[in-house]
């Protein structure tokens, strides 16, 4: 029997809880192994006590799960605000792994959409910006036409051309505070290039490129090398993307578990879509 919300957990291998023992101190060095939870379950005649077997997991594991929830909520929140008509991305770092993802679920999640939100929020940053860009920023200069096709179906082009997924449809895209680094570039480059609307709170302003060096100790230290700057001259560092549209998320909204800044990304997005009918 899963446990669920409002349980209490009062022994752990047949053993009750002492004094001072917390759940952690009792899970310790127990990852993946079956450990005996013995719980209490509130009901219409007071508790009742149950037994079940659970592995516990680590930390890492515990981050991966709640961040593929959080995308997935997400998800389906934009889908039920847009009716349909938005499809969302979430960029989770500046890496290859993310880029990878980035690429392979682009058009899982903008298939028969008229829009897109990205999401770069609590990004720390990495070095893919532009190969994101690459993916976001390209026009449609031609449309090709296999032999017996449709003549009025337009809009297809061969994937094998492409260097990397494309998507031309209108974006905006979601920052905070918490996007760092290179995450920050990619915010400042779609606001730069007009690329869409850029939504939430300004970025960290934690711009620049540095080199890590390994010291006699074996400790290691970070030394700045590059300094990142916009056209007009504007050093990165210290100035953070300055959004298009100014949303600030409250430890209210946390606790009630309302994303404004996703509400008012969508509803800008929706704005433009019709606009454009």
């Given amino acids: 029997m899963p446990l669920r919300e409002g349980d209490i957990i009062t022994e752990i291998d047949l053993q009750p809880f002492e004094e001072r023992d917390t759940l952690l101190l009792r899970l310790r060095g127990r990852i ?121 179906a337009t809009g297809h082009y061969p994937q094998d051309r492409l260097d990397a997924p494309r998507y031309t449809l209108p974006i905006n895209m979601l920052a905070n505070e918490k996007s760092y680094s290179n995450a920050e570039i990619l915010a400042h480059a779609f606001s730069t290039l007009d690329r869409g609307n850029l939504v939430g709170q300004q970025t960290y302003g934690g711009v620049i490129s540095t080199n890590s060096h390994t010291l006699i100790d074996g400790a290691t230290v970070r030394r700045p090398f590059r300094g990142w700057f916009l056209p007009d001259g504007t050093d990165m560092e210290h100035n953070g993307a300055m959004p298009d549209i100014l949303v600030e998320q409250t430890p209210e909204d946390e606790v009630a578990g309302r994303d404004r800044q996703l509400e008012r990304a969508v509803e800008d997005l929706l704005t433009q879509l019709d606009a454009k009918q």
């Fill in 32 to 152: 993946d192994q079956e450990v005996i939870i013995t719980f209490d379950r509130p009901g219409d005649n007071g508790y009742t006590e149950y037994r079940t077997m659970l592995a516990p997991i680590g930390m890492s594991d515990l981050a991966r799960l709640k961040y593929d929830h959080f995308r997935e909520e997400t998800r389906r929140r934009v889908e039920a605000l847009s009716d349909g008509r938005i499809g969302y991305l979430h960029i989770q770092a500046m890496n290859q792994t993310s880029l990878e993802g980035f690429q392979g679920d682009l058009y899982a999640a903008a298939t028969d959409k008229d829009g897109l939100i990205i999401d770069v929020r609590n990004n720390g940053g990495g070095h893919t910006t532009d190969r994101i860009l690459t993916s976001i920023m390209a026009g449609e200069h031609a449309y090709t036409l296999p032999v017996g096709a449709d003549p009025e």
